[in-house]
């Protein structure tokens, strides 16, 4: 019997109809496999997965392949999305044991939970080296009847190897100007002069990096640190990751160019590049990045907010596929949805348009995707044609498309991933003057207070449908929700925002931070100490598609101590820069965000605090213009507060009165306090930031 028809993973809900007799992950699976006396195949994968789309159709739908395991096996799915703690403790195995991960992730396990046999994808026959599954099942099924003892002595040693990985602490103090230097140097070595980014391919948004060096840039004024990131945001915005349309990027390119996308758009990297082209524009005043940032923010808003006001996960690659008459082909293709033909073009917008849009969008008869097609893309760069016609080409393209079958979506809120939206929302409506985008991520912050909360602030990972889900939130939950209320109460001057963050942190500092006899100094775990336990406690200080929990729990801390001078959660924060201190100079591309908090603890942060008569759209017209100024600050990680004299919301406005009753701003670092000012050039000039 198929187990998941009751599940509230879109993932999960995918695989009910399936003839496999998936079970969800729990106790009760784990007991019947010991009941049965077989083994565990666990399948974990996400919604939006290609691959995972690909082995399902295979062979999950396959009924002779799915007789077989459920004969075998009891059979497990996960959503990786819905338990990261799972994925993370099988797929360090998987790697460990490979040299390589990703997904579909297939693991066997005995009963207690114990891994002995990994992969990822295995085709429906052999091919290029690998395996058939139904290969697999055989082999695993052989090696249980035939060969127990050696199966056991197997998982038995990959435990004692995960065990023996766990970090002993986090470090030995806050990374100075030097390692931070070896950290810029490390990245330069491996930066893409040509085409940006770093590395080759598949080539990732270096999102975190990018955060770093625009912080680095803000502290020190180092050019080539600004260069890089400025190159590297132009190329993307450019390329065929970019959806040149609707905005919105994919999560990666195949391709080192940045030209041929995995055409999945996930909330997460969309709420940090939003924001990292928004701090772009904060330093440089480039209108790319502003028409970025813009567009970014209101794809998040228009194609994945939910009824009950937060984000979706992601949007799927795979989209059904149009014949050239426009007839529905059955077929789900990915990137169906995106990429264009010339002909396609001309039947849009008529010879002479579909001419010059093919050439704007970079859209050959060879096509630069599969089948003659291409991903829009701007090889010309902008600037260079004529801005209306380009506005209506790009109208009527986006039009014409709107009338094609549309990629899935994963309408699940992850209470991590809005937490980073809600920053990045809120961050790009203050700057830009848009109010509407502060009112979304003021809606999603609400939603995760009435939802995911519970009276003892304790997260709910998921909700979907305005249902809370059963898996409790793991460190990367509550940090990146405690970093979206944080910027969310710098940008409204409501301080509750400021007060619920506290309530997170505090429970950071209660269940994820290491206690005696488990860990050094600054060592935090990604489940809390009363989680479910599995065969190892994940733990990761490593930055990957997004911040990791531990460097996104030391940047939340290191903001809260700003605002009220928290020396408990100073001290935590720089506990947990310390692997940033062992880490930044050696691996730099994964540990971003890390090196971007210490740039943060270098610099202060600073702490400004903008008092005037009144606050909000209609207030004291001074005290918004310094209000902006401070939210505008290239000073890395500084916190702002503003509010009415005398106010409790914040405190940093404690003892903060107008000057000679005028708007004034008071900035403070390291224990120091400048003279209070009422003049916009002096507190931009105190901060650093583009003439605007």
């Avoid at 970090?167 to 103090?173: E, I, N, P, T």
């Avoid at 990027?249 to 940090?272: C, G, I, T």
């Avoid at 503003?642 to 914040?650: I, Q, V, Y």
Wanted: net charge negative.
């Amino acid at each position: 019997m198929n187990r998941l028809a009751g599940e509230q993973s879109p993932y999960l809900l995918q695989h009910a109809s399936n003839p496999v007799d998936w079970w969800p992950w729990g106790e009760e699976a784990m007991r019947e496999a010991k009941r049965r006396d077989v083994p565990v195949l666990l399948s974990v994968g996400y919604s939006s997965c290609h691959w995972c789309h690909v082995m399902a159709h295979e062979s999950f739908e396959d009924a002779t392949t799915a007789a077989y395991m459920n004969r075998h096996f009891v059979n497990i799915k996960v959503d990786r999305e819905e338990r990261p703690d799972v994925d993370a403790v099988y797929m360090e195995a998987v790697q460990a044991a490979t040299g390589h991960g990703g997904w579909p992730m297939t693991v066997f396990l005995n009963a207690d939970g114990e891994p002995f046999y990994f992969g990822t994808y295995f085709p429906p026959a052999p091919r290029q080296g690998m395996p058939s599954f139904a290969q697999v099942l055989e082999g695993v099924t052989s090696a249980w009847t035939e060969r127990r003892d050696e199966v056991s002595e197997v998982a038995a040693r990959i435990v004692g190897e995960l065990a023996g990985r766990s970090l002993a602490q986090g470090g030995d103090g806050v990374p100075g100007d030097e390692e931070l230097a070896q950290a810029l140097l490390g990245l330069t070595r491996e930066y893409d002069e040509r085409s940006g980014g770093f590395g080759g391919a598949p080539k990732f948004p270096p999102s975190m990096v990018l955060e770093f060096l625009l912080r680095h840039h803000g502290r020190t004024g180092a050019e080539g640190a600004l260069q890089m990131a400025a190159d590297t945001c132009e190329a993307m915005a450019r390329g065929g990751i970019y959806d040149q349309l609707g905005g919105g990027f994919a999560r990666y390119s195949v391709d080192r160019e940045w030209v041929v996308p995995h055409f999945e758009k996930m909330l997460y990297d969309n709420a940090l590049l939003c924001r990292v082209y928004a701090h772009l524009w904060r330093a440089t005043g480039s209108d790319l990045a502003r028409r970025v940032a813009l567009e970014t923010a209101d794809f998040i808003v228009r194609e994945l907010r939910t009824g009950e006001g937060g984000f979706a996960s992601a949007l799927d690659a795979d989209s059904e596929e149009r014949g050239e008459g426009d007839e529905a082909s059955g077929r789900h293709v990915e990137g169906a949805f995106y990429v264009w033909t010339p002909a396609q073009l001309r039947s849009v917008l008529g010879d002479a348009d579909g001419e010059f849009a093919a050439r704007y969008f970079g859209v050959t008869e060879e096509g630069t995707f599969e089948e003659g097609a291409s991903v829009l893309q701007l090889p010309l760069g902008e600037g260079v044609e004529d801005a209306e016609r380009v506005e209506g080409v790009r109208r009527r393209l986006r039009e014409a498309r709107d009338e094609r079958p549309r990629p899935g979506r994963d309408d699940k809120v992850v209470a991590a991933w809005n937490g980073l939206a809600i920053a990045a929302l809120a961050e790009t409506g203050a700057y830009f003057d848009r109010p509407d985008l502060v009112e979304r991520a003021t809606e999603a912050a609400d939603l995760l207070v009435r939802l995911h909360m519970d009276d003892a602030a304790r997260l709910a990972r998921t909700s979907r449908d305005g249902v809370a889900g059963a898996n409790a939130g793991v460190l990367e939950d509550y940090a990146d929700v405690a970093e979206g209320f944080l910027a969310l109460a710098g940008v409204t001057g409501e301080g509750a925002w400021l007060e619920f963050a506290g309530f997170l942190l505090d429970i950071v500092l209660d269940q994820f931070v290491a206690r005696d006899g488990e860990g050094g100094r600054g060592t935090l775990y990604d489940t809390a100490h009363d989680a479910e336990r599995l065969i190892r406690r994940p733990q990761d200080p490593t930055d990957n598609a997004t911040p990791s929990g531990w460097t996104a729990a030391a940047g939340a801390l290191l903001s809260y101590a700003a605002h009220t001078g928290s020396a408990r959660h100073r001290a935590a924060a720089e506990g947990a820069l310390g692997v940033v201190k062992a880490l930044g100079p050696r691996v730099p591309r994964f540990i971003g965000w890390g090196l971007a908090v210490a740039e943060a603890v270098l610099d202060g942060p600073r702490e400004i605090a903008v008092v005037g008569p009144s606050l909000g759209p209609v207030g004291d017209v001074r005290t918004a213009e310094l209000h902006r100024t401070a939210l505008l600050a290239t000073a890395p990680g500084a916190v702002v507060a503003a509010g009415t004299p005398g106010s409790d919301e914040f405190p940093l406005l404690a003892d903060r009165p107008l000057v000679a009753g005028q708007a004034a701003a008071y900035v403070c670092r390291h224990f120091v306090c400048a003279a209070p000012t009422t003049e916009v050039a002096t507190l931009r000039s105190e901060l650093g930031g583009f003439n605007r």
